[in-house]
């Protein structure tokens, strides 16, 4: 693509396809409810497609992709005044589709992605685009439309969260003969 041209909607249609998965598993970071992923990645699609004018070509479009889920998605909790307590997907639902189900690293994962998803909503947000999606602290910063100091604020209070979690011992029982 050049600089001086719009992206065109078969050229929107295209990028879409390619990211469909990551958008849907930042739908589900976002909302925990598969049903509501679903709509938010619907509706993602839609208003791409309708505001493709609006991407900046020679930028990364899976950003824009996903600046353009969570803005959505904050519209949602706005129009709907928070969605609290609906339908959340244990992490065990997250999951591939594993035949050793009692696979080390697959329990493993499965505790990490627990105490991911017991953080709060905007440290694990942050977690999610900088660790799984591989942005830049600054394009996680853009994408959430916040400071790039908040995204590092954020960061540094989930590894403590998640780093206090793993080196904290389960209470010593007593043993009674």
């Given at each position: 693509?050049?600089?001086?041209?719009?992206?065109t909607?078969?050229?929107?249609?295209?990028?879409?396809?390619?990211?469909?998965?990551?958008?849907?598993?930042?739908?589900?970071?976002?909302?925990?409810?598969?049903?509501?992923?679903?709509?938010?990645?619907?509706?993602?699609?839609?208003?791409?497609?309708?505001?493709?004018?609006?991407?900046?070509?020679?930028?990364?479009?899976d950003?824009?992709?996903?600046?353009?889920?969570?803005?959505?998605?904050?519209?949602?909790?706005?129009a709907?005044?928070?969605?609290?307590?609906?339908?959340?997907?244990e992490?065990?639902?997250?999951?591939?589709?594993d035949?050793?189900?009692?696979?080390?690293?697959?329990?493993?994962?499965?505790?990490?992605?627990?105490?991911?998803?017991?953080?709060?909503e905007?440290?694990?947000?942050?977690?999610?685009?900088?660790?799984?999606?591989?942005?830049?602290?600054?394009?996680?910063?853009?994408?959430?439309?916040?400071?790039?100091?908040?995204?590092?604020?954020?960061?540094?209070?989930?590894?403590?969260?998640?780093?206090?979690?793993?080196?904290?011992?389960?209470?010593?029982?007593?043993k009674?003969?």
């Amino acid at each position: 693509m050049t600089e001086d041209r719009n992206i065109t909607s078969t050229e929107v249609r295209q990028h879409l396809a390619a990211h469909l998965t990551r958008m849907w598993r930042y739908a589900m970071v976002l909302s925990r409810n598969k049903d509501v992923a679903e709509e938010l990645v619907q509706s993602t699609c839609v208003r791409a497609l309708e505001r493709s004018a609006q991407y900046t070509p020679g930028t990364r479009i899976d950003r824009w992709l996903f600046t353009v889920l969570h803005s959505v998605w904050i519209n949602e909790l706005r129009a709907q005044r928070v969605r609290m307590g609906q339908g959340f997907v244990e992490s065990d639902e997250l999951l591939a589709p594993d035949h050793q189900q009692h696979n080390e690293q697959r329990m493993q994962y499965a505790k990490v992605m627990q105490r991911v998803g017991q953080l709060p909503e905007a440290q694990r947000n942050a977690v999610f685009l900088v660790y799984v999606e591989g942005f830049t602290y600054q394009e996680a910063a853009d994408t959430l439309a916040v400071p790039i100091g908040t995204i590092m604020s954020r960061l540094a209070a989930a590894r403590t969260t998640l780093a206090s979690a793993v080196t904290a011992r389960p209470a010593v029982q007593e043993k009674r003969l």
